[in-house]
């Protein structure tokens, strides 16, 4: 299921969701958020119990995907830190150093 997560496959995350047993790791949440595959993610938080780790969000911020690291603060109690922050920035990515201070004022 990870690597049909990160890699979009949303037909194959169905697919063993609903023919396997063995589920999934927080890996395929993360890696989908990270590639912002957003169909993957939601189906996973609302079918699955594994969740997502705090890189989950991380990918999104630094990688841009504003959309989806709003999706993560709202719904995940996995939460981002100051390390994010100095991530984005190291990375020159303004917007998303924008948006993580408006992140961190909030939490």
Do not use: P
Request: a neutral charge; one cysteine or more; proline letters at 0%.
């Amino acid at each position: 299921m990870e690597i049909a997560s990160y890699n979009g496959f949303i037909d194959i995350v169905k697919l063993l969701y609903f023919n396997r047993s063995e589920g999934a790791t927080t890996i395929a949440m993360d890696w989908a958020a990270g590639n912002n595959h957003f169909e993957i993610v939601k189906f996973l938080h609302f079918n699955r119990s594994e969740g997502c780790t705090s890189k989950a969000l991380q990918s999104a911020c630094t990688k841009g995907h504003f959309e989806m690291a709003s999706f993560l603060i709202n719904v995940r109690k996995e939460k981002c830190d100051e390390e994010i922050l100095q991530t984005l920035s190291i990375h020159g990515h303004d917007e998303a150093v924008k948006f993580k201070c408006k992140i961190l004022k909030m939490s």
